[in-house]
């Protein structure tokens, strides 16, 4: 528990990054949550290396350190409001879809009609000064989803949105099982996130890395875009008439779908699936990126709080939901080390009212995952049905 008195990135204590993890299941299922947290512990060091090289590369040689972290100081003004208007602006208008030929998700799920979407992004930074730097990568501007409806649609639509490097559409569909989800009555749309997939420029060593190269402040609007292209798309949704749209996502898209339950008031639920809490402490636990914060910290001359302070602009933390609590299940794996558990349960009692159920899995091996899906399908059900 946190001191409720205090904000989050004050009141979380300074070694977070270090407490000891567990859940119920931890003594009901040792095996699974043992074993699986292990693997995730190796895994995760690779995408660490990944990480590490776009946004400690990108920090030393566009303006060092000392001066990326200064970039943050503007945004901490915003996180004290807790204004979430203020920060992620009004409802977005309907934009100007193209609808295309998309290639089949896969064979299994050939059967399925699926469209492909683009229109521009019409998002700004929140930081009016990056603007122009941020908007120079030109294949970002374009937003794509994959769009599945069924002949007599538009139905109730879930959008689901993807993790980290993780954007390809066969992959979702098949980790998630979204054919049966479309196969139950709904449409459902695949938004690619920021700089990733086709969003990505062509030099990117690897999907998603221009999400953080451009280092801490430049993550903070890739964020902050992620919710606006988002909003977006639930803006298109219902002017084609969706009865309901509500949204899902794992880890990056997980934390995205966190953020549009503060951000905005239509979805009819929202489903996050190990969402994180604070990006400075999970990069202050992962091997590889804890050198690079440590560094950070040493060079900037800035304490676990402050920065947290600096990115607290995205945190689900930082504002009240907008949505009903009940509205909010929440599901993580009690192995899950990319995301450990105590951050899906702080936003959990953050949120009071709202759902968490927990798997005996990791972040990518998600054993029992039938009884979270249909624990999703019933939310959904029920959600859309009232």
């Known amino acids: 528990m946190t001191n409720a008195a205090l904000p989050w990135w004050e009141a979380l204590p300074e070694d977070y990054y270090a407490r000891a993890e567990g859940t119920e299941l931890d003594h009901t ?33 566009a303006r060092g350190l000392a001066a990326d972290f200064d970039q943050l100081e503007f945004y901490k003004p915003f996180a004290d409001r807790g204004d979430a208007d203020a920060v992620f602006g009004a409802t977005p208008e309907t934009p100007d879809v193209t609808l295309g030929a998309s290639r089949f998700v896969s064979l299994r799920h050939r059967d399925i009609r699926s469209r492909l979407m ?66 139950s009555g709904y449409d459902v749309a695949l938004m690619t996130l920021p700089f990733h997939g086709p969003r990505a420029e062509k030099r990117d060593p690897f999907s998603g890395f221009g999400f953080m190269a451009g280092g801490m402040a430049h993550m903070n ?26 949204v899902s996502g794992l880890s990056l898209g997980g934390y995205i779908t966190s953020l549009l339950a503060v951000s905005d008031d239509r979805p009819d639920y929202c489903i996050p699936n ?78 009071p009212g709202s759902r968490l159920h927990w798997f005996p899995g990791n972040h990518l091996i998600h054993l029992q995952q039938k009884d979270y899906l249909y624990e999703m399908m019933g939310h959904m059900d029920a959600m859309t049905h009232q």
């Open 221 to 246: 609007e890739a964020m902050l875009q992620s919710v606006h292209d988002a909003r977006t798309v639930i803006s298109w949704l219902h002017n084609e008439g969706a009865p309901s749209v509500g």
């Open 118 to 183: 683009r229109f521009p992004s019409s998002f700004t930074t929140l930081n009016p000064e990056l603007n122009d730097t941020y908007q120079a990568r030109e294949n970002n501007r374009t937003v794509f989803t994959q769009l599945w409806r069924h002949k007599d649609g538009p139905r109730k639509t879930l959008l689901f949105l993807h993790g980290y490097s993780g954007d390809f559409y066969w992959f979702n569909a098949a980790m998630f099982s979204l054919g049966w989800f479309y196969k």
């Open 29 to 61: 299922h040792p095996f699974s949550v043992k074993s699986t947290a292990a693997l995730d512990k190796y895994l995760r060091t690779i995408l660490a290396v990944l990480i590490t090289g776009g946004l400690g590369s990108a920090a030393i040689k």
């Open 274 to 351: 190990s969402p994180v809490v604070s990006t400075v402490d999970l990069g202050l636990e992962w091997a590889i990126t804890k050198q690079l914060f440590w560094a950070m910290r040493k060079f900037a001359g800035k304490s676990i709080v402050e920065m947290r302070h600096g990115q607290a602009v995205h945190s689900p933390m930082s504002y009240p939901l907008k949505i009903a609590p009940e509205k909010v299940l929440m599901i993580a794996g009690a192995g899950d080390r990319f995301t450990p558990p105590r951050y899906v349960r702080a936003l959990h009692e953050h949120w």
